[in-house]
């Protein structure tokens, strides 16, 4: 039933876009997003599910409002773009300092903090992107989704050490970044920020921090190279929900980098590390086939990129492209073979392909038996890096009779990334205003959809969800399967048919 629950992400509705000038605001309402028909056999089983949770599903206010971080009334603002011109230049202001925010994903720190970090992730309808008819059960799903994986993932974070080191790594770019920054002596003074979504510090904290910092205008530098709807448009649209609500000075003053899959510096530094790796590689095997450089990088469903037009495949290859004509550049042609696969696929939809493993087991059976592995798109060592890659998927490679491994490191705390970070603050002040609707504009994405953590045509948080709905939802959960082949009595697990 949990795997049902996941696989409703076949369905998303495509983004009516707006289209305006390059660093204008303005926000034009599309045609309202068609709406998709829910099969009976999807609808029965969300239902069914929502009963089998509900002495959980009872308790989930409190609860979500725990985990959740940013309060209620923030992530309920709504997403109003100014219908004039484009705000002044970010750092056009000698106010207060520039806020650099750097938003990223986040992880759980301690084994304890791995089920309310699930809850958070699931909770997110840009990551389960249910149909509008199902989307009053988010709550409900993330609840027995993080339930489900909490003791899976939970060892998982244990085998690197109880926790996810991606917020020491942010942090501490975050430190250098700040010092480069400010290093050249200019007027302009620079603070930066970690805005973490889906776990300490959120967005509203960094927000918080930047404010009584007294910072009046911002930078906006996703660390996902790569736009998705699941990374930099989730974390957009909750960061311009923020704004709205506590910050509406830099929301009239704030710049994004929307995107920096094709940057000379990027492409260079991981085109090194690959390099380096190469090299290692050659040093301690012996002759043999040629090597092959398997770019993995994060997936999503395909119905992501088909139906909702995510741009994430076409920047990952606009990225592998430009790193393996690098690579060559430097060591020749005939140097490796160049593939790409994408990791971390969850429940039985249909995600991006080549999965690793099936890549690893392919070239096992091709005879290839030395492979360098790049996490692609991954800008600090975390669980899909350190477990995902460097347990399992190293198990699956030696099963395939790969016998030199190499992985990798992520940019980490590496001179150069820090360099490049600079260059894309520095690059978004020195260029027209991209704001966060300008942003997912130009990488088809709508923030003109419900905010997040709202119900269709309600004007409350999905968390405030009250003991009163949840008893009105399972007395239409009974009927409905009744009605449908009278099943219940084994729907709850008292019988069976």
Not at 37 to 58: E, R
Not at 244 to 259: G, I
Not at 357 to 362: G, K, T, V
Request: hydrophobic share 45%; aromatic share 6%.
């Amino acid at each position: 039933l949990v795997h049902a629950a996941e696989a409703v992400q076949l369905v998303p509705n495509r983004h009516a876009t707006a289209r305006g000038r390059v660093g204008a605001v303005a926000l034009e309402t599309a045609a309202p997003r068609r709406r998709r028909a829910v099969t009976h056999k999807v609808m029965k089983l969300q239902l069914s599910m929502l009963t089998l949770a509900a002495s959980g599903a009872l308790a989930l206010a409190p609860l979500a409002r725990r985990r959740r971080g940013p309060s209620s009334a923030r992530r309920a603002a709504t997403i109003d773009a100014p219908a004039t011109a484009a705000p002044p230049p970010a750092a056009a202001t000698e106010d207060g300092p520039c806020a650099v925010l750097l938003l990223n994903l986040g992880g759980p720190e301690t084994s304890s903090d791995v089920e309310p970090f699930l809850y958070n992730l699931f909770a997110d309808p840009d990551i389960i992107r249910l149909p509008a008819a199902l989307s009053g059960l988010q709550t409900a799903i993330a609840w027995l989704i993080a339930k489900r994986r909490a003791p899976k993932s939970r060892a998982a974070y244990d085998s690197i050490g109880g926790g996810s080191p991606i917020l020491k790594y942010t942090n501490e770019q975050a430190r250098l970044l700040e010092h480069a920054l400010n290093a050249d002596g200019g007027s302009q003074q620079f603070k930066c920020y970690v805005a973490m979504r889906y776990w300490h510090p959120f967005t509203d904290e960094a927000m918080a921090r930047a404010a009584a910092d007294g910072c009046s205008s911002a930078v906006v530098l996703p660390l996902y190279p790569h736009f998705s709807i699941s990374t930099t448009g989730s974390s957009l649209r909750a960061l311009l929900a923020e704004m709205q609500a506590t910050a509406p000075a830099l929301m009239q003053r704030h710049t994004v980098v929307p995107s920096w899959q094709g940057s000379p510096g990027y492409v260079d530094l991981v085109a090194k590390l690959v390099s380096e790796a190469l090299d290692d590689l050659e040093k301690t095997a012996p002759p043999g086939p040629k090597p092959t450089v398997l770019f993995s990088a994060h997936g999503v469903p395909v119905s992501y990129v088909e139906e909702a037009g995510d741009p994430y495949k076409r920047h990952i290859e606009e990225t592998v492209e430009l790193v393996t004509r690098r690579v060559k550049q430097t060591r020749g042609d005939e140097t490796a073979d160049f593939e790409l696969a994408f990791q971390s696929r969850v429940g039985p939809v249909k995600w991006l392909e080549p999965y690793t493993d099936d890549a690893l087991e392919n070239l096992g059976r091709r005879g290839k038996d030395r492979v360098v592995v790049v996490p692609i798109s991954f800008v600090s060592e975390h669980i899909e890096t350190l477990e995902e890659l460097d347990i399992e998927y190293r198990e699956v490679a030696e099963d395939a009779g790969i016998k030199y491994w190499r992985r990798v490191p992520a940019l980490n705390l590496d001179s150069d990334f820090i360099a490049e970070l600079k260059r894309q603050v520095t690059g978004a002040l020195d260029k027209p205003v991209m704001s966060s609707v300008d942003a997912c504009i130009v990488n088809s994405f709508d923030l003109a959809e419900a905010p997040v953590g709202v119900l269709p045509g309600l004007g409350e948080p999905v968390e405030l969800m009250n003991g009163r709905t949840m008893t009105v939802a399972l007395t239409l959960t009974v009927l409905f399967e009744l009605l449908a082949d009278s099943r219940v009595i084994n729907v709850l697990g008292l019988g069976a048919v």
